[in-house]
């Protein structure tokens, strides 16, 4: 059993702090002891510290599994600042990079290994992992596991497999968002030996939560901003709609910019580094921003439409106010909004003849014939796919989730791809070309050299690999692979940005094609409870919204929390009614010394007539005791 003091010894040493949050130093100690655990802590609540600190305070290496590559490179490029030895791999690698990165784990002094959940069923980390000191398997999101959970990915299934190749190794889940029936899934799926679950508190007592039924969206929006100073997100459910919200906050004077999905890569980061450095103050952006971005300063989230389940939503809200200072969480509802998700919800669950045209149009986009295509994968544009098949892109990604579920084929989120090459001449016809440029035929032989395989597929190469071995620049090698690609001597697909298209399993007749209707009803029964808990949260008037959160994640600790528009509705309701009956003129300045109010929403406040209160605030104006803002709203004079 570790000694407390070494414990707190070693997070002094690497990370600075004297004290662990709460939670966290039960998890230390739970690992530490070898037990399996799982953990439910919120977003921002320090999770990697969780499996860092044991793993610095023994030997070993820690193998961490994680869907979120930019996540990775930012954990290993921290760690290696405080001169800790830590690796990742995923799909945006070579084969010989990946192969090093193995060694380096089995071989050195490695204490971190980042790893894609889609990596893990390759036969190389297979081989490697049974040969690494490995001390702890952390799986962060580890809902994903789960075909119950809101976010599922197969791939998340083959860490169970790796489990059993080191089976005295204890297994570290976390999340931040998991049900009841998701977190008893989750121990089942990863084989804990006991159950064990450890909870951090869902409760952010300096988040204020509001909802706004509104018709104008845009004027509440603007509102906001004008009122609360520092940066935001507003979360738009449309790539056309961050352009719309972002062009609209700049013609009000707001540095705004738009961020999706669909933007080229370069532009996308570009975007996110002026708004962590905040030379942009607000960033419209669909659900494809945030995940791994550490801004501790946000003071206010907006979700202009609604999420689809509590668990995005407390995850997408909570990325304001990190640093404990107050901040606000924001979502609008327009009258129709139930009747739009209602119908997201139906494109959700496609019929099962549509998925099967899916599968057959994505195995012919993909020139993959019957009987073809295990294991394979294939650059997946999702825009062009469903443009050429004049298909709603809703449906095709629901379409794809099923798809993957039932063991088909895999669409990955967009990643970053490796070059890859394949001869379109045999090697013998190689021979006999006549290159007459002495560059190309230097990077043939070089190509030849270091790869095999690339005259019967695909093959990812390192162009910078390429450009040291040759001795030429890496734009010049790609010049050179572009050459070869216009002789037709190879296929060339440049390093890129893009969703992957992964075969799980060859390519079936259509007919064949079978969705299971159990698994398929009882997701479609678990997402319309989901549906429904995040309809009930924007309807609801009674209830503190910070309760409604921690209770839905299984935190029995709740309490009001005193700061959302329902708390403080209640305590303005109650100074209301300790001011004298009598004195009308209090009472409305009691009122609005909580919030900005036009006469009708006053009104509403009283039962004394809208006559009485029209002339006791026609009196308190001409006694220059409140005042008219520009949009109508009454405010005191402070």
Known sequence: MQPDADILATLRKYWGYDSFRP?????????????????????????????????????????????????????????????IRAAAIHSGMSPRQIDITLDNCVYGDMKFLYVAPERLGTETFRLRVQRMNVSL???????????????????????????????????????????????????????????????????????????????????????????????????????????????????????????????????????????????????????????????????????????????????????????GARSYALLLVAPDDGERIRKRFDAEFPPLDKVRAVYERACDYCQVGIGDGFQASF???????????????????????????????????????????????????????????????????????????????????DEAQIATVSGYTVDRVRELMKQLWQMRVIRYIPANRSPILFFDAERLPTADLYISPDTYKRRRELTEERFAGMLAYAGGDDRCRSRILQEYFGDTRSGDCGVCDICLARRRAAKISAAPHDDLHSRILALLADREADVREIAAEFSCGDAQVVLAVRKLLDDGKISTLADGKLAINR
């Open 23 to 83: 939670v966290q130093e039960s998890v230390v100690r739970s690992i530490l002891d070898g037990r399996d655990t799982l953990v439910l802590m919120p977003t921002g609540g320090g999770k990697s510290l969780t499996y860092q600190v044991p793993t610095m305070a023994r030997e070993g290496l820690c193998i961490v599994v994680t869907p979120l590559i930019a996540l990775m490179k930012d954990q290993v490029d921290r760690l290696r600042r405080m001169g």
């Open 137 to 323: 398997l952390a799986v962060d999101e580890a809902h994903c596991i789960s075909q119950w959970g809101y976010d599922f990915r197969p791939a998340y299934l083959r860490i169970g497999e790796i489990r059993r190749l080191l089976p005295d190794t204890p297994v570290l889940a976390l999340t931040a968002s998991a049900t009841e029936v998701v977190t008893q899934d989750i121990m089942e799926k990863l084989s804990f030996a006991e159950p064990h679950i450890l909870r951090g508190s869902f409760a952010r007592p300096n988040l204020s939560y509001s909802v706004r039924h509104v018709e104008d969206k845009n004027g509440q929006l603007l509102r906001l901003v004008d009122n609360v100073p520092g940066s935001g997100i507003v979360y738009v459910r449309t790539r056309e709609g961050t352009e719309q919200i972002a062009g609209f906050l700049r013609e009000h004077g707001v540095t705004a910019a738009a961020y999706h999905g669909g933007m080229p890569h370069a532009e996308r980061s570009m975007r996110q580094e002026e708004w962590l450095q905040g030379k942009v103050r607000v960033m419209a952006a669909t659900n494809a921003f945030g995940m791994g971005i550490d801004k501790a300063d946000v003071r206010f989230v907006v979700h202009y439409s609604m999420c689809d389940s509590l668990e995005s939503y407390y995850q997408e809200a909570g990325r304001a106010g990190r640093d």
């Open 379 to 461: 650059l997946f544009n999702i825009y062009d796919f469903c443009a050429r098949n004049r298909l709603f892109r809703g449906t095709v990604e629901s379409a794809f989730k099923l798809l993957s579920q039932n063991g088909y084929m895999t669409l990955t989120d967009t990643t970053d791809n490796p070059a890859r090459i394949m001869f379109t001449v045999s090697r013998d016809d190689l021979y006999k070309l006549r290159v007459k440029r002495a560059e190309l035929d230097h990077i043939l032989r070089v190509i030849l050299r270091l790869y095999d395989g690339v005259f019967v597929d695909f093959r990812p190469v």
